[in-house]
């Protein structure tokens, strides 16, 4: 017995039982991990996994059906993701919602290839489930136009891709996610929406979507939280902050960070997508590109994905950024620590 088979049987229809919840109980208890980050104790446990066990059964047939529309095909991760985070922390947050009389605006940070933006149509899905109305909402719908892009880099070169602090309006997502939380009953609230196709790949606004209600705010980007750190880490950055010109620019993207700082003020929570080796940011590009090239689209070559991938890590560093956000942050709820074929490693959560 193991718990993906577990999971597959009640997928085919099989009722739990006392043997196989036992099972699952004892799994999660082995580790005291998921007592901090689920509230799972001893004496609450049974309830706890039997609770989990029936909202899996309401959700599973659609999740595995949006699985399949993102392209992903590995049905025992699935199952085993959707078991182990997906339901635990949506349900979560659909508790954390009913003590709040405003959204609740989950923060969700992850490099690329991570999964952040999986986790958050998958959480929308069984959230609605649940009874909340959830949006999903990107950093990247907060670029500047394409002109004002354009405009930027005109003043600054080095902004050769957009993405980096300082493309984005931050003021537009301030007054978005205000007017959720201030909004009359009657109200639209109109979000940017954004299109990277546009203008051979730099991308642009297509224009605004009316949204009527928002129970739970699901905020996912790249460096979604992150803060500026101490100058001196610049001292002796990790590779490929390697010239004096790649020392400068990170400090720059340290400062204009600071902008950001009213922007994270907004979010109520923030968990973390951490890859256990950063590096695996560019094998997952690989992956991504071969599929779009395989689809008849046009991707990246070996040579154009490394300095696609080493220009954020000179514009903000994982080891210079994240690691101290994680040890030091106020706003960290969850760590999520992600293996190299995506699968989970450990869940951790952060003792404020």
Avoid at 60 to 88: A, E, F, N, T, Y
Avoid at 162 to 175: K, S, V
Avoid at 203 to 209: A, M, P, S, Y
Avoid at 239 to 254: G, H, L, S, V
Wanted: aromatic residues 8%.
């Amino acid at each position: 017995m193991n718990c993906s088979d577990i999971l597959e049987s009640w997928c085919q229809g099989s009722l739990e039982n006392l043997e196989q919840l036992d099972f699952l109980l004892t799994e999660e208890l082995a580790n005291s991990t998921p007592v901090n980050v689920w509230g799972i104790t001893r004496e609450n446990a049974l309830e706890k996994i039997r609770e989990r066990s029936q909202l899996f059964r309401v959700v599973q047939k659609d999740v595995r059906q949006l699985c399949q529309d993102l392209g992903l095909k590995q049905s025992h991760q699935i199952l085993l993701m959707l078991w182990k985070l997906w339901l635990p922390l949506s349900w979560q947050l659909f508790q954390e919602k009913q003590n709040l009389k405003k959204p609740l605006i989950q923060g969700i940070l992850g490099g690329q290839g991570t999964g952040k933006t999986t986790l958050a149509k998958i959480s929308r899905l069984i959230l609605g489930h649940l009874g909340c109305v959830t949006i999903n909402l990107s950093l990247d719908d907060f670029y500047k136009t394409y002109v004002e892009r354009q405009q930027l880099q005109a003043i600054d070169p080095r902004l050769i891709w957009r993405g980096p602090p300082g493309t984005h309006d931050i003021q537009l997502a301030i007054e978005v996610l205000d007017k959720f939380c201030q909004k009359a009953e009657t109200e639209t609230v109109l979000v940017p929406r954004f299109d990277k196709s546009l203008w051979n790949g730099a991308g642009d606004r297509t224009g605004f979507e009316a949204i009527e209600k928002a129970d739970i705010i699901l905020f996912e980007g790249w460096f979604v939280g992150v803060i500026p750190v101490e100058e001196k880490l610049f001292n002796d950055p990790p590779e490929p902050i390697i010239t004096e010109a790649d020392r400068q620019f990170a400090k720059d993207m340290n400062q204009e960070l600071k902008t950001y700082l009213p922007l994270w003020q907004k979010l109520d929570r923030l968990l973390v997508m951490l890859p256990i080796n950063y590096q695996y940011s560019k094998q997952w590009r690989r992956e991504a590109e071969q599929k779009m090239i395989a689809s008849g689209k046009t991707g990246m070559g070996e040579q154009e994905i490394d300095q696609f991938v080493e220009y954020f890590w000179r514009s903000l560093h994982p080891e210079l950024f994240i690691n101290p956000l994680i040890k030091n942050s106020q706003l960290v709820d969850l760590v999520i620590k992600i293996k190299a074929d995506h699968s989970l490693e450990t869940i951790q959560t952060i003792t404020k």
